[in-house]
């Protein structure tokens, strides 16, 4: 196949060009370097919304070509999760990242990603580790994994990560410096809906009722970093938001202050300076929601 044949439009979605080998990723990914331009990969799963298109926009500012990867990644999830019933739209997918400016879509075949025979996986160590890391403990290692696999596959300059998944963004830059990984990570804004919800793809599985109470999540976090800003009780407010999201209905999975730079929890050691955010995680129904926030005033 040759750099023009690989750059076509769908003919499926009739939007964008979708390319599903890492031969032809490759080739096109020459063609444009050959050609001079910079290159940004936005990881995602798919299911996209206005979070992720907005970290189109700011690979956009960053680079001249923007690839989009919409896999559905085997590895970061366990056997009990939605693996299976994860949303799949490309179509959808398709037209909104061509609206959005995107040049070309990876969505690679499963065989591309995990060949019969492989074995590797890479694990990032202490940032991987509390939050997330305790109640999905597959997670980070398949997470680590898949895009160090995306990383080497696409060879893009920068590469954009949300702050919606704030411990994974630490994690993948961890693993990009331990690894020396040629890509600069560039982390991008957490985007809410009107009423505060963090936007998921997960949000979709939610009934009109738990929509309705979703919005509280981040209210509990305001609220803690409200009361932490004040210099009052941290463990007292933390305990108040949860017993007042269980009775909404939630079940609580972490609630937690921690260094936005460590992810250390907060205590007597913590420096003065440090930068520190609330970190939650929930689920109301089957559908978990996670979401954080920066305390001091010093984040931009
Ligand atoms: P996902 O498709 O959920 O794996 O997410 C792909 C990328 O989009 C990750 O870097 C996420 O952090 C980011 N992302 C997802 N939701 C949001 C959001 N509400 N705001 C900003 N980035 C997001």
């Known amino acids: 196949m040759n750099s023009k044949s690989s750059f076509r439009i769908d003919p499926m979605t009739k939007t964008l060009p979708i390319i599903d080998t890492v031969s032809a990723l490759r080739q096109q990914v020459n063609a444009w370097r050959t050609q001079g331009h910079t290159i940004a990969l936005v990881p995602t799963m798919g299911?996209?919304?206005e979070g992720h298109l907005s970290l189109v926009d700011l690979a956009l500012q960053h680079s001249d070509r923007v690839i989009v990867s919409i896999?559905?990644?085997p590895t970061q999830f366990a056997a009990n999760e939605d693996f299976s019933t994860y949303p799949r739209d490309i179509k959808t997918d398709a037209k909104l990242l061509q609206q959005r400016g995107a040049h070309l879509i990876y969505k690679p075949l499963s065989s591309e990603m995990y060949g019969a025979h492989e074995t590797t996986r890479v694990i990032v160590g202490k940032i991987a580790q509390g939050l997330c890391g305790t109640s999905r403990p597959h997670f980070f290692e398949g997470?680590?994994?898949v895009v160090c696999k995306l990383l080497c596959q696409a060879s893009p300059d920068v590469a954009v990560f949300g702050e919606k998944d704030y411990q994974q963004l630490l994690v993948i830059r961890t693993m990009v410096r331990d690894l020396s990984i040629p890509t600069k990570i560039i982390g991008g804004k957490l985007i809410r809906e009107a009423d505060g919800l963090a936007m998921s793809?997960?949000?979709q599985y939610l009934t009109k009722s738990q929509r309705s109470k979703a919005p509280l999540l981040y209210k509990a976090l305001q609220q803690v970093v409200?009361?932490?800003e004040k210099g009052h009780s941290?463990?007292?407010?933390?305990?108040?938001a949860k017993s007042q999201l269980t009775n909404q209905g939630f079940v609580v999975d972490y609630l937690?202050?921690?260094?936005?730079?460590t992810l250390d929890l907060v205590n007597k050691d913590t420096r003065p300076d440090a930068r520190l955010r609330i970190f939650a995680a929930a689920s109301l129904g089957k559908t978990r929601l996670i979401d954080n926030l920066a305390v001091s005033n010093l984040e931009p």
């Not at 941290?234 to 108040?240: E, F, G, L, M, T």
């Open 234 to 240: 941290v463990s007292q407010s933390i305990k108040a």
């Open 71 to 73: 896999f559905v990644n």
């Open 256 to 261: 937690e202050l921690r260094d936005a730079d």
């Open 47 to 49: 299911g996209l919304h």
């Open 143 to 145: 997470v680590a994994t």
């Open 226 to 228: 409200d009361i932490v």
């Open 201 to 203: 793809s997960r949000n």
